[in-house]
């Protein structure tokens, strides 16, 4: 199983990016993708993640409504369309994959992909 994070960059505040999470090698028939963020001195927070099969989301709170998450199953690949980007979403982004179910905590995913950075300036 790998996952690749892809997307980051530099960008002023208001801003948008598009991280990309390509992932291969998964033989579970379902899974949830989430994408997590670590700020420099901050603990790893979950941001989102998706269902595999009925493209379930979810958010936490400070990104519901800026974030979308979704999934292009052919491809094998999650997005994560962030719009409205603020100083505070600065961090290290990382995709991972769990099967237990929609968590936001990071030691329920197994697999993790590498960080991909997103800078947002004032």
């Known amino acids: 199983v790998q996952l690749q994070a892809s997307g980051g960059g530099s960008v002023q505040a208001g801003g948008s990016l598009r991280l990309s999470c390509t992932t291969s090698?998964?033989?579970?028939?379902?899974?949830?993708i989430g994408w997590f963020r670590q700020a420099p001195g901050k603990e790893r927070e979950g941001v989102s993640c998706i269902r595999s099969g009925d493209g379930s989301a979810y958010y936490r709170d400070s990104v519901q409504g800026r974030f979308t998450i979704s999934r292009d199953n052919a491809r094998n690949t999650v997005y994560l369309q962030m719009d409205s980007l603020k100083p505070e979403d600065t961090a290290i982004y990382y995709c991972?994959?769990?099967?237990?179910?929609?968590?936001?905590?990071?030691?329920?995913?197994?697999?993790w992909g590498q960080g991909t950075q997103v800078t947002v300036s004032s």
């Open positions: 090698g998964f033989t579970f028939d379902d899974y949830y």
């Open positions: 991972a994959t769990t099967t237990r179910g929609p968590d936001r905590n990071s030691y329920a995913y197994d697999y």
